[in-house]
């Protein structure tokens, strides 16, 4: 499933599936990170230095995870549709 806005057969789908992506790798870490801060926060009494720390963590990997996200989108527009190579000897215009 992850990986299925890649097989997309329409811009909208396109477009569907990375709003999806992008949504779940913002707010999983998020809700992951900050609601591990809060909880030990309440338990050890150290509020608020866990849950700022949780969402620095939270931020950090968002952005690893959309990062690598494009990487792998780029490549494969590559793919699709490389570069096209211009001839050495073709007069400027």
Avoid: C
Wanted: proline residues 5%; positive net charge; aromatic residues 10%.
């Amino acid at each position: 499933m992850k990986e299925d806005f890649l097989k997309a057969k329409s811009v909208k789908e396109l477009a569907k599936g990375v709003l999806y992506y992008n949504a779940s790798s913002i707010l999983g870490p998020l809700i992951l990170f900050v609601g591990l801060g809060l909880i030990l926060d309440n338990t050890l009494d150290t509020k608020p230095y866990l849950t700022l720390s949780g969402l620095v963590i939270a931020f950090i990997i968002t952005n690893l995870l959309i990062f690598k996200k494009v990487r792998q989108l780029m490549k494969k527009f590559k793919q699709k549709y490389p570069p096209e190579k211009k001839e050495k000897n073709e007069p400027k215009k």
